[in-house]
């Protein structure tokens, strides 16, 4: 166990001063190795804790002839999981029968066969193909995969524990070295690198992560000691969230409060809808009158904690909300000129420069239009893969959403209603957060989400007796994916 701790400390060390040696991961590769073959389970946990410590090739200044971007030691990996996938639902299909059935199963099935039909109609061909193979690599190692390895409870609290001991081992580095900086605001925008790339990533997984171990403290599934872990934890979550500066994550927490809210007084979804169709006809009514208002706002972001709260409604100085603008209004035009294929999977930052309109360029634009994706993961999908891709990313959110909620409805056991509220309450955080930026084409939001839908799927089949199984949160069983 020390030689181990040892071992993941170094190579932290090694990430931070932006070293790399092949040698520094030939024992671990060996290891990979051996749990390919013999221990998939192992190796879905290695994963799971090495994705916030994860870092790009580019950060680690590898050579990469190919110029296909990945993160390390994750998406290799990912992708031999993808294989292993692929081989296991075809020769143990019997396993994988009832996940088949399901809704969110049938939404994410949808939603990659429209975009697979996208790339065929793609302005980049390769580029739509490379981004396809790669969301396939998120989805079938922890959605797939997920559902075997899901069915025993302590594989999820696994999971999770990993995760977030990762997450908080990354906060503390980052917190460090923020204090020698004096913790100032433009530090907050890179000092997480190289394990993220910016703060509003950073931001937006804390922002993910904080329910669910907000809830493991007082889950009676964990022991004691693991409880006085989250609640560490949390405080050191926390606190990454507040240096982080990241506002969208400070938002995205507040909508996930109000939908707890709604949950825990089980406001009924009639009464809900009417009045977001009463507060979506004032916002259209009085529109004019709204968007005057928040042009007279010229707070920009701060390190004043109140002024940078202030600034997030300022759309006529802040540089990082007219960006925003300038990336929307962006995808809205190669949405209109592509309006039923789109563009192509993956290709939205490649095409958008030529896009821009003088008017909405920033002094954080660039002509060439090299500054990343559309900031939204919704006009991304949009701008393309059409209108029919939008849909099908909107259908996932809703089946997932409702699934998700019924289940937690019809569980009896608080253990296993609380692991379900706080994976509701992680993904409102994250498709909240997901109009204002996108991260499901990285392995730092991908792993958690996608395990998250795979565990909702896991208790609904075989927790409510839909599945051949029907295990119980206490017993002991290792439920293992066949090698």
């Not at 790009?56 to 998406?75: C, F, R």
């Not at 690198?193 to 403290?217: C, E, N, Q, R, W």
């Not at 500054?371 to 996932?396: D, F, K």
Request: charged letters at 15%; aromatic letters at 16%.
């Amino acid at each position: 166990m020390l030689i181990s701790l040892g071992y993941v400390l170094f190579l932290v060390y090694m990430m931070t001063q932006n070293k790399f040696s092949y040698a520094a991961v030939i024992p671990g590769g060996i290891l990979i190795l051996y749990w390919s073959f013999f221990r998939i389970n192992s190796l879905l946990l290695f994963v799971a804790f090495f994705t916030p410590l994860s870092t790009s090739l580019e950060e680690l200044g590898i050579y990469n002839p190919l110029g296909v971007e990945m993160a390390l030691p994750t998406e290799p990996i990912l992708f031999g999981l993808m294989m292993i996938a692929i081989y296991k639902s075809f020769f143990h299909a019997d396993r994988f029968k009832p996940m088949m059935t399901h809704g969110i199963t049938k939404a994410i099935l949808f939603y990659l066969a429209w975009m697979l039909f996208t790339v065929f109609w793609s302005s980049m061909p390769m580029v739509s193909a490379k981004f396809f193979i790669s969301k396939l690599w998120f989805i079938f190692s922890f959605f797939v995969l997920g559902h075997i390895f899901f069915k025993d409870i302590k594989n999820y609290q696994r999971f999770i524990y990993l995760f977030t001991l990762s997450m908080v081992l990354v906060v503390i580095v980052t917190i460090i070295r923020h204090g020698f900086r004096g913790f100032d605001k433009f530090s907050a925008h890179f000092i997480m690198s190289p394990f993220f790339k910016d703060h509003t990533v950073y931001g937006a997984i804390l922002a993910f992560l904080l329910p669910i171990t907000l809830g493991a403290m007082w889950n009676k599934a964990w022991s004691n000691r693991n409880r006085i872990f989250f609640i560490i934890s949390n405080m050191i979550l926390i606190a990454g969230i507040i240096l982080s500066y990241t506002r969208a994550a400070w938002l995205s927490l507040v909508l996930a409060l109000g939908v707890y809210v709604v949950i825990k007084m089980k406001i009924s979804f009639r009464f809900l809808a009417t009045t977001l169709v009463i507060l979506g006809t004032m916002f259209f009514s009085f529109q004019t009158e709204i968007f005057f208002m928040l042009t007279k706002n010229t707070q920009d972001s701060s390190g004043n904690f109140s002024e940078h709260i202030q600034s997030m409604s300022n759309i006529s100085t802040d540089a990082s909300n007219l960006e925003r603008l300038n990336r929307w209004n962006s995808a809205i035009t190669l949405w209109e000129e592509e309006p039923l294929f789109g563009w192509g999977p993956g290709t939205y930052q490649f095409q958008y420069a030529p896009k821009q309109m003088s008017y909405d360029k920033t002094i954080i634009s660039t002509m060439e239009g090299d500054m990343g994706n559309s900031h939204s993961e919704y006009l991304g999908p949009l701008a393309e893969t059409g209108v029919p891709g939008l849909i099908s990313v909107l259908i996932l959110i809703i089946v997932f959403f409702t699934k998700s909620i019924r289940l937690y409805s019809a569980l009896d056991d608080p253990r296993l209603k609380n692991f379900v509220l706080g994976i509701i309450l992680a993904n409102v955080t994250y498709f909240s957060h997901g109009i204002l930026n996108n991260y499901l084409d990285v392995d730092k939001a991908s792993v958690p989400v996608w395990a998250s839908f795979a565990f909702i799927v896991t208790l609904d089949l075989f927790y409510r007796g839909k599945g051949a199984d029907n295990l119980s949160l206490d017993e002991r069983s290792e439920e293992r994916i066949p090698s």
